[in-house]
T-cell receptor
Framework: ELKVEQNPLFLSMQEGKNYTIYCNYS?????LYWYRQDPGKSLESLFV?????AVKQEGRLMASLDTKARLSTLHITAAVHDLSATYFC???????????FGTGTSLTVIP | DSGVTQTPKHLITATGQRVTLRCSPR?????VYWYQQSLDQGLQFLIQ???????AKGNILERFSAQQFPDLHSELNLSSLELGDSALYFC??????????????FGPGTRLTVT
């Protein structure tokens, strides 16, 4: 069974600092997705990474994918309180038919 | 607002009962996915339908079933409910253009509480 692991599970960081969330997965896939979930809310799509070496940036968040290492990273630059949420990565195992989500990383940005 | 709707928003029922959760995908999306989110299991993929046909099954219990209707809305049926079935159930839809990407748009969820 495909395993998707994120670390850290919990992250508390000060405003203005940088940090990286890691997503490792156990089988070959060249599609990886990042989602954000606010407490009590639904999931919102952040990034879709479709090939080895893909890098996408939106505001203070940048995601990258290394399919050979089976690793994706979500880098946070100069964190602000609004980024506080849980972040999930997901792997598309079979052409969009089956998705496996990571454990999630709960991020708290402290003023 | 993702354009995916789910009803009801909240559902409280007793053990042994049966409930139906409903999902309407975004206009034009042919694919519907169901997920269960709980504190101990995380976000688990249950089942996926594409244009009325089942395409993939995940960790869906035999007590659970789903279908997608000709108008593309989908229903998830949960029967013989147990306390452990209490969770947030999400529906997501995807346009599924050939070759991807298969970005999913999530509905607001149905919170099921089994007492």
């Amino acid at each position: 069974e495909l395993k998707v692991e994120q670390n850290p599970l919990f992250l508390s960081m000060q405003e203005g600092k940088n940090y990286t969330i890691y997503c490792n997965y156990s089988t070959t896939s060249d599609r990886l997705y990042w989602y954000r979930q606010d407490p009590g809310k639904s999931l919102e799509s952040l990034f879709v990474l479709l090939s080895n070496g893909a890098v996408k940036q939106e505001g203070r968040l940048m995601a990258s994918l290394d399919t050979k290492a089976r690793l994706s990273t979500l880098h946070i630059t100069a964190a602000v309180h609004d980024l506080s949420a849980t972040y999930f990565c997901a792997v598309d195992l079979w052409a969009g038919n089956q998705f496996y989500f990571g454990t999630g990383t709960s991020l708290t940005v402290i003023p | 607002d993702s354009g995916v709707t789910q009803t009801p928003k909240h559902l409280i029922t007793a053990t042994g009962q049966r409930v139906t959760l409903r999902c309407s995908p975004r206009s034009g999306d042919l694919s519907v996915y169901w997920y269960q989110q709980s504190l101990d299991q995380g976000l688990q993929f249950l089942i996926q339908y594409y244009n009325g046909e089942e395409r993939a099954k995940g960790n869906i219990l035999e007590r659970f079933s789903a279908q997608q209707f000709p108008d593309l809305h989908s229903e998830l049926n949960l029967s013989s409910l147990e306390l452990g079935d209490s969770a947030l159930y999400f529906c997501a839809s995807s346009p599924r253009t050939s070759g991807g990407p298969y970005e999913q748009y999530f509905g607001p969820g149905t919170r099921l509480t089994v007492t």
